[in-house]
């Protein structure tokens, strides 16, 4: 059973999580997110109980993600090798289908919890909790999938969670008195009198302000780690009361739209990255019909039918089997076009044969049973009114078609979110595969553009930025052409994007803007602005609305038009190519094959003895042990656990019968997937950490017991060591195999000019959180976002200069991670210059701005001369410029020269 492999920003998501669990540990929630997010903590509902939440729009793979959270989060905040879980979802459907996953053997969600926790998990349902027995609880990992619907409630004694059961007695009866005070403070956690008063059995009499023996208190005790899916629905008193009952140990919330003033959302998915890592089909070629329904519906039709032709081609091509389908919005019963009448119209009057079409309404089940991605499957067209069925997976969906007005239809996000996932996740052949597909009913581009806009920023978690090259009009994308597959389309022509602005009396000096024009629609005049809208003009239109809530309304449709417009202007929305960079390769000898240049070859010739004494040796790593106080000392940092934190372990890790093997085996089988220790034989691996144990014990004289319990701080630091410790042999070794040229037994370093780094248009994943949002246009960028600039200070001047240099045809603040960004290798990994140009020379620049303070730095000095050396070797098509503030200028200038 294999873990699915995780996409990049699906591993920095988890990354962040595992920082901040880290961090709090040390400082608290509050300021861990602060120091990680760059804002203020939101703590009202829980208090000291962390609650953050991972924003991931539709279709990013919130649940797989929440899958490998657990036991990331088990042992980063929890420090427990047994967690218990509570994943929280918003219906009984998705409650099914969530639990059917995890415990269903060989599926991606239930591997990443099995390979952590093998074949012992224990997945259930609420009604299930009871039949686990009370030893099993601390030794297997216990996830229990329910709805918060179960807990939410005004009265406890109404939900059979929180009631007293009989079925919890042998569990409860062996609990420590310590242990159960953490639920005397919880709401409805105690028998109240007026319990026993309703209580016909007699069985409470004896129990008043004693906690309840029931399935919410058994729960609680255990402090779990509580997951909720689709968070912004639980944003209620109910629902923290609910939550609250629950003891959690930290919250974790998933959603594509949270709720702002309420949500500590510590890390946020863009749409590009979504798009880059081939999870979504992007742009949505958007067609408007303003002759109706009868041309939207005709328009679906013919795509799907050039898109099954194009299917065929790539299938033959070795892309695998691909169906098209088309999911039809109809209208509802009593307007012209319901669901009948439409099969009726596709099949009497556009000659469709009747089985290729399904009607999936509350009424007709046409769905049912049906497997979709089977190649015997007939069905291309799926019509239905208002939302289909929760859970339900159409992979090959392709073409949106709604008959209703798109402003206004209702539940049209799922149907979109349906149509912009990638077919299993993978990039296709043909382009014309690689996108959605939309045919509604509207008079003009960017009317549809916008009520498809606000459809996608407002229900499904994208972002205005994200937005702006989401969409794209038919003409700018043909579904085909004489291209052959994957070849760059020539530049196109696209129109320009138009908002109109309530203008109930626009002022002259508003009409007198260039790009602004009054038009009368439905009886009223509304204005219509074309091109970038500056802020002088943004003035003027808040002018035309009073209210703060329209004023608001305004400025979002400008930061929308703004983004849509820059968008366009953008060289890589315009079909233009960047030019191709080289990676940097290396030869044996004269006449031997040419390789990648990688981190991995270079730790290929490095010699390091992990038995040596400094290396068993942890200086970091301090733990004593006072009573039942346990302090764990971390450089400058102590975390201190208590009595209270054991209550989930398996007593063999407090008890005075553990050995040193034991716990060696224990560190063996958590760490074998480290990526320093990964390459060594379980042999090695094991010789290594027992010589650390024994170092620990011996010379440093920490009992046993206490090492048992600080065993997560010690892998921890283990890891952390050994990787310091590869990296100072990488680093001696990089300096004589690759910076050493004309040394004997340095490699051939060259640029390999026949495997470049391609800059594609489209596929440039920026962390929402990260991105430029200042109002300085930058004019040459070659994508319509920028990554990590922020708005005004030294690198901004940088980039300022390099967007108007003469010498600049355009240029990409360079993204830190492969394969979108583009670096050079290095004793570390990769370094990721801060700017990538194309001269009008058609040589391409590295262009690295550094502040004094890191002019010499033994790392930046290593970038630096591995840049001049990728420069040096290019025969001139490449240049390198090392840029520092004074006489930033000039130093730009000579660079380009």
């Given at each position: 059973m294999?873990?699915?492999?995780l996409?990049?920003?699906?591993?920095?998501a988890?990354?962040?999580?595992?920082?901040?669990?880290?961090?709090?540990r040390?400082?608290?929630?509050?300021?861990?997110?602060?120091?990680?997010?760059g804002?203020?903590y939101?703590?009202?509902?829980f208090g000291?109980?962390?609650?953050?939440?991972?924003?991931v729009?539709?279709?990013?793979?919130?649940t797989?993600?929440?899958?490998?959270?657990?036991?990331?989060l088990?042992?980063?905040?929890?420090?427990?090798?047994?967690?218990?879980?509570?994943w929280l979802?918003p219906?009984d459907?998705?409650?099914?289908?969530?639990?059917?996953?995890?415990?269903?053997?060989?599926?991606?969600?239930?591997?990443?919890?099995?390979d952590?926790?093998?074949?012992?998990?224990?997945?259930?349902?609420?009604?299930?909790?009871?039949?686990?027995?009370?030893?099993?609880?601390?030794?297997?990992?216990v996830?229990?999938?329910?709805?918060?619907?179960?807990f939410?409630?005004?009265?406890?004694g109404?939900?059979?969670?929180?009631?007293f059961?009989?079925?919890?007695?042998?569990?409860?009866?062996?609990?420590d008195?310590?242990a159960?005070?953490?639920?005397?403070?919880?709401?409805?956690?105690?028998?109240?009198?007026?319990?026993?008063?309703?209580?016909?059995?007699?069985?409470?009499?004896?129990?008043?302000?004693?906690?309840?023996?029931?399935?919410?208190?058994?729960?609680a005790?255990?402090?779990?780690?509580?997951?909720?899916?689709?968070?912004?629905n639980?944003?209620?008193?109910?629902?923290f009361?609910?939550?609250?009952?629950?003891?959690?140990?930290?919250?974790?919330?998933?959603t594509?739209?949270?709720?702002?003033?309420?949500?500590?959302?510590l890390?946020?998915?863009?749409?590009?990255?979504?798009?880059?890592e081939?999870?979504?089909?992007?742009?949505?070629?958007?067609?408007?019909?303003?002759?109706?329904?009868?041309?939207?519906v005709?328009?679906a039709?013919?795509?799907?039918?050039?898109?099954?032709?194009?299917?065929?081609?790539?299938?033959?091509?070795g892309?695998?089997y691909?169906?098209?389908i088309?999911?039809f919005?109809?209208?509802?019963?009593?307007?012209?076009?319901?669901?009948?009448?439409l099969?009726n119209?596709?099949v009497?009057?556009?000659?469709?044969?009747?089985?290729?079409?399904v009607?999936?309404?509350?009424k007709?089940r046409?769905?049912?049973?049906?497997?979709?991605?089977?190649?015997?499957?007939?069905?291309?067209?799926?019509?239905?009114?208002?939302?289909?069925?929760?859970?339900?997976?159409c992979?090959f969906?392709?073409?949106?078609?709604?008959?209703?007005?798109?402003?206004?239809?209702?539940?049209v996000?799922?149907?979109?979110?349906?149509?912009l996932?990638m077919?299993?996740?993978?990039?296709?052949?043909?382009?014309?595969?690689n996108?959605?597909?939309?045919h509604?009913?509207a008079a003009?581009?960017?009317?549809?553009?916008h009520?498809?806009?606000?459809?996608?920023i407002?229900?499904?978690?994208?972002e205005?930025?994200?937005?702006?090259?989401?969409i794209?009009?038919?003409?700018?994308?043909?579904?085909?052409?004489d291209?052959?597959?994957?070849?760059?389309?020539?530049?196109?022509?696209?129109?320009?994007?138009?908002?109109?602005?309530?203008?109930?009396?626009?002022?002259?000096?508003?009409?007198a803007?260039?790009?602004v024009?009054?038009?009368?629609?439905?009886?009223?005049?509304?204005?219509?602005?074309?091109?970038?809208i500056?802020?002088?003009?943004?003035?003027?239109?808040?002018?035309q609305?009073?209210?703060?809530?329209k004023?608001?309304?305004?400025?979002?449709?400008?930061a929308?038009?703004?983004?849509?417009?820059?968008?366009?202007?953008?060289?890589?929305s315009?079909?233009?190519?960047?030019?191709?960079?080289?990676?940097?390769?290396y030869?044996?000898?004269?006449q031997?094959?040419?390789?990648?240049l990688?981190?991995?070859?270079?730790?290929e010739?490095?010699?390091?003895?992990?038995l040596?004494?400094?290396?068993?040796?942890?200086?970091?790593?301090?733990?004593?042990?006072?009573?039942?106080?346990?302090?764990?000392?971390?450089?400058n940092?102590?975390?201190t656990?208590?009595?209270?934190?054991?209550?989930?372990?398996?007593?063999?890790?407090?008890?005075?019968?553990?050995?040193?093997?034991t716990?060696?085996?224990w560190?063996?089988q958590l760490?074998?997937?480290?990526?320093?220790?990964?390459?060594?034989?379980?042999?090695?691996?094991r010789?290594?950490?027992?010589?650390?144990?024994?170092?620990?014990?011996?010379?440093?004289?920490?009992?046993?017991?206490?090492?048992a319990?600080?065993?997560?701080?010690?892998?921890?630091?283990?890891?952390?060591?050994v990787?310091?410790?590869?990296?100072?042999?990488?680093?001696?070794?990089?300096?004589?195999?690759?910076?050493?040229?004309?040394?004997?037994s340095?490699?051939?370093?060259?640029?390999?000019?026949?495997h470049?780094?391609?800059?594609?248009?489209?596929?440039?994943?920026?962390?929402?959180?990260?991105?430029?949002?200042?109002?300085?246009?930058?004019?040459?960028?070659?994508?319509?976002?920028?990554?990590d600039?922020?708005d005004?200070?030294?690198e901004?001047?940088?980039a300022?200069l390099?967007?108007?240099?003469?010498?600049?045809?355009?240029?990409v603040?360079?993204?830190?991670?492969?394969?979108?960004?583009?670096g050079?290798?290095t004793?570390?990994?990769?370094?990721?210059?801060?700017?990538?140009?194309?001269l009008?020379?058609g040589?391409?620049?590295l262009?690295?701005?550094?502040?004094?303070?890191?002019?010499?730095d033994?790392?930046?000095?290593e970038?630096?001369q591995?840049?001049?050396?990728?420069?040096?070797?290019?025969?001139?098509?490449?240049?390198f410029?090392?840029?520092?503030?004074?006489?930033l200028?000039?130093?730009?200038?000579?660079?380009?020269?």
């Amino acid at each position: 059973m294999t873990p699915i492999t995780l996409k990049t920003y699906q591993q920095a998501a988890l990354d962040t999580l595992a920082g901040f669990a880290r961090t709090a540990r040390l400082q608290g929630a509050a300021q861990a997110f602060a120091s990680l997010a760059g804002r203020p903590y939101q703590a009202d509902a829980f208090g000291e109980v962390p609650c953050v939440c991972l924003r991931v729009p539709t279709g990013g793979g919130k649940t797989v993600l929440a899958a490998h959270a657990v036991p990331m989060l088990a042992r980063a905040w929890a420090a427990v090798d047994a967690p218990v879980a509570l994943w929280l979802v918003p219906s009984d459907a998705i409650r099914t289908q969530t639990l059917k996953a995890l415990q269903t053997p060989g599926h991606p969600y239930r591997a990443a919890l099995a390979d952590a926790y093998g074949e012992g998990l224990r997945v259930c349902a609420l009604e299930d909790v009871a039949q686990i027995a009370a030893p099993e609880w601390g030794r297997n990992a216990v996830v229990v999938v329910a709805t918060i619907q179960s807990f939410r409630v005004e009265d406890a004694g109404q939900r059979n969670v929180y009631s007293f059961s009989e079925s919890f007695e042998p569990h409860f009866r062996g609990v420590d008195g310590r242990a159960l005070a953490c639920l005397q403070n919880l709401p409805d956690a105690l028998v109240a009198p007026e319990d026993v008063a309703r209580d016909t059995t007699g069985v409470l009499a004896g129990f008043v302000g004693q906690p309840r023996w029931s399935l919410a208190n058994w729960l609680a005790l255990h402090r779990p780690l509580v997951i909720v899916d689709e968070a912004h629905n639980t944003k209620t008193d109910k629902s923290f009361t609910a939550l609250q009952r629950l003891n959690p140990s930290l919250i974790l919330e998933l959603t594509a739209t949270p709720i702002a003033a309420k949500t500590n959302v510590l890390y946020h998915v863009s749409a590009q990255e979504l798009a880059a890592e081939d999870m979504i089909k992007l742009p949505i070629v958007l067609a408007e019909h303003p002759e109706g329904w009868p041309a939207a519906v005709f328009g679906a039709v013919q795509t799907q039918r050039k898109l099954e032709a194009e299917a065929l081609k790539d299938e033959a091509d070795g892309h695998g089997y691909v169906r098209p389908i088309v999911l039809f919005q109809a209208q509802n019963e009593g307007d012209e076009m319901p669901p009948e009448k439409l099969r009726n119209y596709l099949v009497n009057e556009l000659q469709l044969p009747a089985n290729q079409i399904v009607v999936a309404t509350g009424k007709e089940r046409g769905l049912d049973d049906i497997h979709l991605a089977a190649r015997d499957c007939p069905v291309r067209y799926v019509i239905t009114v208002q939302a289909l069925r929760e859970g339900w997976d159409c992979p090959f969906a392709y073409v949106l078609c709604s008959l209703q007005k798109l402003s206004s239809a209702t539940a049209v996000e799922q149907l979109l979110g349906r149509v912009l996932r990638m077919p299993h996740a993978q990039r296709r052949g043909r382009e014309a595969l690689n996108r959605a597909y939309a045919h509604v009913c509207a008079a003009e581009f960017s009317q549809a553009a916008h009520a498809l806009a606000d459809r996608l920023i407002q229900h499904m978690g994208f972002e205005a930025l994200d937005v702006a090259s989401m969409i794209a009009p038919p003409s700018a994308l043909p579904l085909w052409s004489d291209l052959e597959p994957n070849q760059p389309a020539a530049p196109v022509i696209q129109a320009p994007i138009a908002t109109v602005f309530e203008a109930p009396s626009a002022t002259p000096e508003l009409l007198a803007l260039p790009g602004v024009q009054v038009q009368t629609m439905a009886g009223m005049p509304q204005v219509v602005v074309a091109g970038h809208i500056g802020q002088d003009t943004e003035a003027l239109l808040l002018a035309q609305v009073r209210g703060a809530k329209k004023q608001e309304q305004v400025r979002e449709q400008v930061a929308q038009h703004n983004a849509l417009v820059a968008a366009q202007a953008a060289p890589a929305s315009r079909g233009t190519p960047f030019a191709p960079l080289p990676r940097l390769a290396y030869r044996t000898a004269a006449q031997a094959p040419l390789w990648p240049l990688e981190r991995e070859a270079v730790l290929e010739e490095m010699e390091l003895d992990l038995l040596q004494p400094q290396a068993v040796q942890l200086p970091g790593f301090h733990a004593a042990q006072e009573a039942e106080l346990f302090e764990i000392g971390m450089q400058n940092a102590r975390v201190t656990l208590r009595h209270a934190d054991s209550t989930q372990m398996a007593m063999d890790w407090i008890s005075s019968s553990i050995d040193a093997p034991t716990l060696v085996g224990w560190l063996d089988q958590l760490l074998f997937k480290a990526p320093d220790l990964a390459g060594l034989t379980q042999g090695e691996r094991r010789a290594y950490l027992a010589a650390v144990v024994n170092h620990q014990l011996h010379t440093c004289g920490v009992p046993l017991v206490v090492l048992a319990q600080a065993r997560f701080r010690l892998a921890r630091d283990i890891e952390s060591h050994v990787a310091q410790l590869r990296q100072t042999a990488a680093q001696r070794t990089f300096r004589q195999k690759v910076l050493a040229q004309g040394d004997g037994s340095a490699w051939l370093v060259e640029p390999d000019w026949a495997h470049p780094h391609v800059f594609e248009p489209g596929r440039y994943p920026v962390p929402v959180a990260s991105r430029y949002s200042g109002r300085y246009q930058f004019g040459k960028h070659y994508f319509p976002v920028l990554a990590d600039l922020k708005d005004g200070g030294q690198e901004f001047q940088c980039a300022q200069l390099i967007d108007r240099h003469q010498r600049v045809r355009h240029w990409v603040r360079n993204l830190d991670t492969a394969p979108c960004g583009f670096g050079l290798p290095t004793s570390r990994g990769r370094f990721y210059a801060d700017f990538v140009a194309e001269l009008l020379d058609g040589r391409v620049a590295l262009l690295e701005f550094k502040g004094a303070h890191l002019m010499n730095d033994p790392y930046e000095i290593e970038k630096r001369q591995v840049g001049e050396l990728w420069a040096r070797t290019s025969s001139n098509r490449a240049v390198f410029g090392w840029l520092s503030y004074e006489g930033l200028a000039q130093q730009l200038d000579t660079a380009l020269a």
